[in-house]
């Protein structure tokens, strides 16, 4: 397994356990779909305890000065922050 094809399934995993997708919702995810305002399940209190799920089981820091609403807005660009956290 990739490095970016492990951090997509943790990333996936984390999803579905946070906000309650379930295994298919959170596979079925592409790099278009929305989250923050487009999942009913993804509300501001679920990106707290994601940002926390994220530094846990990726082994990464985020920085408050780091997010940005744009992070949130689909799953690739989730992804993409995820995998440019992973390799700093």
């Known amino acids: 397994m990739t490095e970016a094809s492990s951090v997509d399934a943790t990333l996936r995993a984390l999803l579905a356990d946070i906000l309650g997708l379930g295994e298919e919702r959170a596979a079925a995810l592409t790099e ?3 989250l923050f ?3 009913p399940e993804f ?3 679920a990106v707290a ?3 926390t799920e994220m530094e846990d089981r990726l082994g990464i820091i985020i920085d408050d000065d780091e997010i940005d609403s744009e992070i949130f807005e689909t799953y690739g660009n989730l992804l993409a922050f995820s995998l440019r956290k992973v390799t700093d």
């Open 32 to 34: 278009d779909s929305g």
């Open 37 to 39: 305002g487009a999942l």
């Open 43 to 45: 509300d501001s209190m």
């Open 49 to 51: 305890t994601v940002l």
